[in-house]
C-alpha cells in the first residue's frame, strides 16, 4: 500500500477527475460512512489542481494510480464503498453530474452521480473475474455536456484467502527399493492453490506429513518425500501409506490445508538366499522308468520374489551323478531330478545325490552376507521291476544250405530273465513272420529247426521274429529278429537261355555258323556260372555239325559241309549237353532244330517250305513218327471224353458228340490256305488252344522229347 499511494503522488499532476483510492484494509474493517468520511475532501488533487489543466494535453500517461481495489467475498448488509470520483474542476454554477460505463456499471458497480460514491453491490469473487475496466465521466447536470473527456480506471478484486489448498493428482504412489539408505528420494507432489499466488500468503503452501512417521519425511517447500529410516525390509513389511498435508498462509495457523494420501511400495532386491525346505529328500524308481522321467522336486525357497527370487539347480556331488540330472523349473522355481541312464536294481540298489541350488542374480551389495546357495542331500533308491527276457543278441542272422535235412537245427537263440526270481523262457515263432510254417522252434532251448523243404530260387531271405515269454509271468515278453538266409545248392541244371530257332541256307559255306546259344542255371554259385558243351556221345561224330566254345560262355553251331539241300532233309535235329561247374555238376540235354532254307546270295534267308517235295517224296522218318503220335493222341483223347460223357450224363452224349465232330469241321472249314495242305495241321487239332500252329515250333516242341527220353 505505501508503494501504491507514492506513486499516486508522482503521477497525480494530469487527470480533471481525482480517484480517491480507498485503502481496503481499512474499508474492510470499518462500516462503511466512515469510508464515505474517509475519503472526502482529499488534499491530492486540490493543490496542483491549476497546474494540472494547463498541462492537460500532456496527460496521456501509464496511470498506475488510477486504480481501486475491492476485497472479494465481502458480503456485508450494506453496498461495499469501493472509491469516491472527484474533480476538482470549477463548474461555476453549473452543477457535476458522474456518470460510471464499463464492466459491471450499474450491475455490480453503482455511482453516486452527485457525490460520486462507486459501491460494489454485488459479492465479488478474484477466482471468477481478477478486476473490472470502467469509464468515469463528469457531465454539465442541467445540459448532459461532457465537462471534461472519459477516464478510465481499473477495479481490482482483492484476494482473500478462500481457497485450500489441492492435490490435483492424488493419490498418488511411488515406490522405492528395500534397503535403500536414509534419505534416498521417493517421489515428490504437488498441491495447487487457488488464491492469488502474487497477493498475501493465501497461496504460500507448505508441505507435511500426517501419518507415515518414521518411514518418510517430507521437504516443506519442496514436497519432495524421502525414506527416514535406513534398510527398511520389504520382506517384513512391503507397503506404507503415506498422508500428506499442504497448507497455505505459509502453514500458519487460520490458513486452509488439503490433504492427499502416497502408497510407497518397497521393491525387491535380492537380500536373501535361497534356503532347501528339507536338508534331506527320499525318492524312490522303478528299475525300468523311461529315461528322461521326473524322479522327483527339490525346492530351495527365496524370501525374495521375481528373479531374485530365482535359482539354478545343480548335482555337484553323488555316487549317482552319471544316472541323473537336475533341471531349474523357472515356473516352479524348484529343481527337477530326471534319469539319464537305464537303471539295473541287479547292479545297484541306491544312490546319493548332493544338490545345490544358487541364487542367479546376485546383489554384489549383499553378496558379503554369505552365499547365495544352499544345498541339500537326495537319497534315491532303485526298485526292482519284472523285466521282459533279454536275448543274448539284439539281432540274429543264420544261414541254411537250400537241400537242409527237414527238421536239421538252423541256429538257436537264447535269452534270460534278467530279473533276481529268474523266469524260465519258452520261445516261440511270431507266425506272422513266417505265414508259411517253414520253421519250427524247440520252446526250451530256443533250437530253430526246418520244417518245410527251402528253395534258394524261391525265397532267399526268411526274416522271422522269435518272441521269448517268461513262464512265471506271460506279460512280460521280447521279441527279436532273426533274418535266415538260404544259401545255394548247384540243384538246377543249366538250358538254354531262349527257344532257339536255327536256319541252314542251302548254299552256305562249310564252317559256316549257323546259330550261337548260350546258356541259364537258375543257381548262384559263388565264382559265377561257367558251361560245359557237348554233342551226345553218339552224335560226336556227327557228319553234318560240331560246336565250338566261345569266351562269353556261349555256344557256336557249325555246318560241317555244304550242299544241304531241303529235298534231301528239310529240318534237323541237334542235342547239345549243357554241364554247369557245380559239385556235383548238373547237365541237361536241349536239342536244337535247323531247319534248310533257300537263301539269297548274301545268305538271307528267303524260303524254308518245301511244299513241293514233301508228297511225292514223302515224309522224314522223325515227321512221320510224331505225326502218328498225334494221331494216336488225339484218338485217346476223343475215346476218353466221350466214355466220361457217357458215365456222367447220358442226353448230353449225342450233343458232346456233334461238339467234337464240328470243332474238326469246323477247323477244316476256316483252313483251305497254304498250311492246310501240311501235315502238321493235326498237330494243332490235338492242341487247339495251344501254340497256333507255326510250323517251327509246334514241331520242335513235339520232336524235343524225343532224342531227351532217349538219353
Ligand atoms: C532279411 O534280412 C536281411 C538281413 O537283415 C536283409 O538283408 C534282407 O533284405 C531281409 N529280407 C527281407 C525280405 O526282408
Ligand atoms: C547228315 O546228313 C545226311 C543227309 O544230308 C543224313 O542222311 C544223316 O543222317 C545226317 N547225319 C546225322 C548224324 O544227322
Redesign the pocket.
Known amino acids: 500500500m505505501p508503494e501504491r499511494l507514492a506513486e499516486t503522488l508522482v503521477d497525480l499532476w494530469t487527470p480533471l477527475i481525482i480517484l480517491w483510492i480507498t485503502l481496503p484494509t481499512c474499508v474492510y474493517m470499518a462500516p462503511m460512512n466512515q469510508a464515505h468520511t474517509l475519503t472526502t475532501g482529499s488534499p491530492l488533487g486540490l493543490s496542483r489542481q491549476s497546474e494540472e489543466l494547463r498541462i492537460l494535453n500532456r496527460s496521456k500517461r501509464g496511470w498506475v494510480w488510477n486504480q481501486m481495489f475491492v476485497l472479494e467475498e465481502f458480503s456485508g448488509p450494506e453496498p461495499i464503498l469501493v472509491g469516491r470520483l472527484h474533480t476538482d474542476l470549477d463548474p461555476g454554477s453549473k452543477k457535476i453530474k458522474y456518470i460510471l460505463s464499463g464492466d459491471g456499471a450499474g450491475t455490480i458497480f453503482q455511482i453516486n452521480d452527485i457525490t460520486g460514491d462507486i459501491h460494489a453491490i454485488k459479492r465479488l469473487d478474484r477466482e471468477e473475474k481478477a478486476e473490472y475496466t470502467l469509464t468515469a465521466q463528469a457531465v454539465d447536470w442541467e445540459t448532459n455536456k461532457p465537462l471534461e473527456p472519459p477516464s478510465e480506471f481499473i477495479i481490482k478484486v482483492q484476494d482473500i484467502n478462500d481457497n485450500a489448498p489441492e492435490f490435483l493428482n492424488g493419490p498418488y504412489h511411488a515406490t522405492v527399493p528395500e534397503m535403500s539408505i536414509l534419505g534416498t528420494s521417493v517421489t515428490n507432489v504437488t498441491a495447487t492453490d487457488a488464491d492469488d499466488p502474487v497477493y498475501g500468503n493465501s497461496a504460500k503452501l507448505v508441505y507435511s506429513i500426517l501419518e507415515g512417521q518414521p518411514y518418510f519425511s517430507i521437504e516443506p517447500e519442496t514436497a519432495i518425500i524421502k525414506t527416514a529410516l535406513p534398510n527398511m525390509d520389504r520382506e517384513a513389511k512391503e507397503e506404507y501409506l503415506v498422508v500428506i498435508q499442504a497448507k497455505d498462509m505459509g502453514g500458519h495457523s487460520g490458513g486452509l490445508s488439503g490433504t492427499t494420501t502416497l502408497t510407497v511400495t518397497l521393491t525387491d532386491v535380492n537380500d536373501n538366499p535361497p534356503k532347501f525346505a528339507q536338508s534331506l529328500y527320499h525318492f524312490s524308481v522303478p528299475e525300468d522308468v523311461v529315461l528322461g522321467t521326473a524322479i522327483g522336486r527339490v525346492k530351495a525357497n527365496d524370501q525374495d520374489i521375481g528373479e531374485n527370487a530365482q535359482s539354478s539347480y545343480d548335482i555337484i556331488d553323488g555316487d549317482g551323478t552319471a544316472l541323473f540330472e537336475i533341471t531349474s523349473d523357472t515356473q516352479a522355481q524348484d529343481g527337477v531330478i530326471r534319469l539319464r541312464k537305464p537303471l539295473d536294481f541287479e547292479t545297484k540298489k541306491s544312490y546319493t545325490l548332493k544338490v545345490e541350488a544358487a541364487n542367479i542374480h546376485i546383489d554384489p551389495r549383499f553378496s558379503g552376507r554369505g552365499p547365495f546357495k544352499d544345498t541339500a542331500t537326495v537319497k534315491i533308491v532303485v526298485e526292482d521291476a519284472d523285466e521282459p527276457p533279454v536275448f543274448s543278441s539284439p539281432t540274429y ?1 543264420l544261414e541254411v544250405h537250400e537241400n537242409a535235412a527237414l527238421n536239421s537245427v538252423i541256429g538257436q537263440v537264447t535269452a534270460r530273465d534278467p530279473d533276481i526270481t529268474s523266469s524260465p523262457i519258452r520261445f516261440s515263432i511270431d507266425r506272422h513272420t513266417d505265414l508259411e510254417r517253414q520253421f519250427n522252434i524247440n520252446a526250451d532251448d530256443g533250437k530253430i529247426t526246418l520244417a518245410t523243404p527251402l528253395d534258394r530260387e524261391l525265397s532267399v ?1 526268411h ?1 522271422i521274429t522269435i518272441i521269448a515269454t517268461e513262464i512265471r509271468n506271460h506279460s512280460q515278453i521280447s521279441r527279436v529278429p532273426v ?1 535266415i538266409k538260404v544259401l545255394d545248392v548247384n540243384d538246377n541244371a543249366p538250358e538254354f537261355a531262349a527257344e532257339y530257332e536255327a536256319f541252314l541256307c542251302e548254299n552256305g559255306k562249310p564252317g559256316q555258323v549257323i546259330q550261337t546259344v548260350s546258356a541259364m542255371d537258375k543257381d548262384d554259385p559263388k565264382n559265377g556260372h561257367y558251361f560245359l558243351y557237348s554233342l551226345l556221345p553218339e552224335m560226336v561224330n556227327n557228319p553234318n555239325f560240331t560246336i565250338k566254345k566261345n569266351e562269353d560262355n556261349s555256344l557256336s553251331i557249325l555246318a560241317k559241309h555244304n550242299g544241304f539241300s531241303r529235298q534231301k532233309q528239310e529240318v534237323y535235329l541237334l542235342p547239345i549237353v549243357i554241364s554247369d561247374s557245380g559239385n556235383p555238376p548238373l547237365s541237361s540235354t536241349s536239342t536244337l532244330t535247323i531247319r534248310v532254307c533257300g537263301c539269297s546270295n548274301d545268305g538271307v534267308v528267303q524260303s524254308c517250305n518245301v511244299e513241293a517235295y514233301v508228297l511225292p517224296i514223302g515224309l522224314s522218318m522223325g515227321a512221320l513218327i510224331a505225326i502218328l503220335a498225334c494221331i494216336i493222341l488225339l484218338l485217346v483223347i476223343v475215346v476218353l471224353f466221350v466214355t466220361l460223357r457217357r458215365h456222367k450224363n447220358e442226353p448230353l452224349i449225342i450233343k458232346d458228340d456233334e461238339d467234337v465232330r464240328e470243332n474238326i469241321i469246323r477247323y477244316d472249314d476256316e483252313g483251305g490256305g497254304e498250311e492246310d495242305t501240311e501235315a502238321f495241321d493235326i498237330a494243332t487239332l490235338q492242341n487247339p488252344d495251344g501254340i497256333n500252329g507255326f510250323l517251327p515250333h509246334d514241331r520242335r516242341g513235339l520232336l524235343r522229347g524225343i532224342p531227351e527220353n532217349a538219353a
Open positions: 542272422l531271405w526274416n533274418a
